[in-house]
Structure formats: structure tokens, C-alpha cells
């Protein structure tokens, strides 16, 4: 759509009003490089959806609200049993050694000391990728 020449999708993109979906990409031959450029502009000024300290990209969050989780949510009578390394879940205290493929959650709290090593490069964010 387009408005006065103008885009309105590299217009939202340049705002930090949306993302551009690679996979479309070639759907918009005609402003498929300002789409790219935009959103580089938004990113770099850190404007409305990147202005966020860790933005979850819509597609990733799609995904996660589709998947069941298996941990039960902190309780406050289960506080106690919980480790407080991962806040935004349950995980039992001293539960055995776990991985990312282990658990379902993805990009979650990670407080010090980490004892599953979920956050590998120290941002304080698990099972990045």
C-alpha cells in the first residue's frame, strides 16, 4: 500500500512499527532494499519495537505462546522448592544437570550462580538460541 509514493510498510519498518520477514521479502520487489534499510535505521536509533533491551521477534513469539510448557509457574507456597537463578519458571532446587533442549522455555531470566548453564554468554537471557 502506498500513500503519496510512499510505502507504508518501509514507513512502519523505519518507525520500529514492524520487522521485515525475510521470507516475504521477495514478495516486495519494489521496496524490498528500503525495507532493509529502514529497519537497519529503526535498529540503529533504537526506535519503538527496538527500543527494547531484548526484543522478541514476532515470529519467536508466535512460536512460544503455541508451545505447552512443561515447568509450573512460581507459586508462592512453591517459592521455597524453586531455584531463584530463573525467575520467570519453576525449577526445582538441585534438580540433575539440564540443557536447553531439556526444558521448553526459551529467552528467560537468568540470575548468578546459573547452576544449568543456560546463559552462556553472561547477558542474563537463557536458551538464546
Not at 519494489?30 to 527496538?50: C, I, N, T, V
Not at 512453591?78 to 531439556?102: A, E, G, M, V
Amino acid at each position: 500500500m502506498f500513500v503519496e509514493n510512499r510505502s507504508v510498510n518501509v514507513n512502519m519498518v523505519q518507525e520500529g512499527q514492524a520487522v521485515v520477514y525475510l521470507q516475504y521479502r521477495k514478495n516486495c520487489p519494489e521496496s524490498r532494499d528500503s525495507l532493509l534499510q529502514g529497519e537497519s535505521y529503526a535498529k540503529q536509533q533504537r526506535l519503538a519495537f527496538w527500543s527494547q533491551a531484548n526484543p522478541v521477534m514476532p515470529w519467536d513469539f508466535r512460536h512460544r505462546a503455541t508451545q505447552k510448557t512443561t515447568s509450573q509457574p512460581i507459586q508462592p507456597q512453591q517459592q521455597n522448592n524453586c531455584d531463584p537463578s530463573y525467575p520467570d519458571f519453576c525449577l526445582t532446587k538441585n534438580s540433575p544437570d539440564l540443557n536447553c533442549r531439556d526444558i521448553t522455555q526459551r529467552r528467560f531470566r537468568v540470575l548468578p550462580p546459573d547452576p544449568n548453564g543456560f546463559d552462556k554468554d553472561g547477558d542474563g537471557i537463557g536458551c538464546e538460541k
